[in-house]
């Protein structure tokens, strides 16, 4: 059984297009709404034992969940729609498509969770490990 080109095209931009932007939005709300509690500057990068050892402003954090949450997902999109469009099937379609939105709720969780476990901390330096946040 084939589906139709335009039934194909409308459910690989639904995972691949529209749930990583549905992902990304949420990201970035629950960033945003951490954002008064968060120091300034927040921690950015955490070294390999899991300590804060990078700082910036806190807005980096939601420019790259954007920049990354939806552009690398989105980019991969727009290089299979054509050959979705012109009738092309197989296996790897859906595995760009679950690429595209696993890529956007990995960096959506990670960059969140970076965010939130820093509400109510006086200063970055004092930033918990980001090794829970990499478990969950």
């Given at each position: 059984m084939t589906t139709s080109p335009?039934?194909?095209?409308s459910?690989?931009?639904a995972v691949a297009v529209i749930a990583p932007a549905a992902i990304t939005a949420v990201a970035m709300g629950l960033q945003l709404a951490a954002a008064p509690s968060l120091p300034d500057p927040v921690a950015l990068h955490w070294g390999?034992?899991?300590t804060a050892?990078?700082?910036?402003?806190?807005?980096?954090t939601l420019l790259m969940t954007v920049a990354v949450g939806l552009g690398v997902p989105w980019l991969m999109a727009a290089t299979a729609v054509m050959g979705l469009r012109r009738g092309d099937r197989g296996p790897v379609y859906r595995l760009l498509?679950?690429?595209a939105v696993a890529t956007s709720a990995f960096l959506g969780t990670l960059s969140t969770g970076s965010v939130l476990i820093q509400r109510g901390i006086a200063a970055a330096e004092d930033a918990p490990?980001?090794?829970p946040v990499?478990?969950?």
């Amino acid at each position: 059984m084939t589906t139709s080109p335009r039934r194909a095209v409308s459910r690989f931009v639904a995972v691949a297009v529209i749930a990583p932007a549905a992902i990304t939005a949420v990201a970035m709300g629950l960033q945003l709404a951490a954002a008064p509690s968060l120091p300034d500057p927040v921690a950015l990068h955490w070294g390999a034992a899991g300590t804060a050892d990078g700082w910036g402003p806190a807005w980096i954090t939601l420019l790259m969940t954007v920049a990354v949450g939806l552009g690398v997902p989105w980019l991969m999109a727009a290089t299979a729609v054509m050959g979705l469009r012109r009738g092309d099937r197989g296996p790897v379609y859906r595995l760009l498509a679950a690429l595209a939105v696993a890529t956007s709720a990995f960096l959506g969780t990670l960059s969140t969770g970076s965010v939130l476990i820093q509400r109510g901390i006086a200063a970055a330096e004092d930033a918990p490990s980001i090794l829970p946040v990499l478990v969950l």
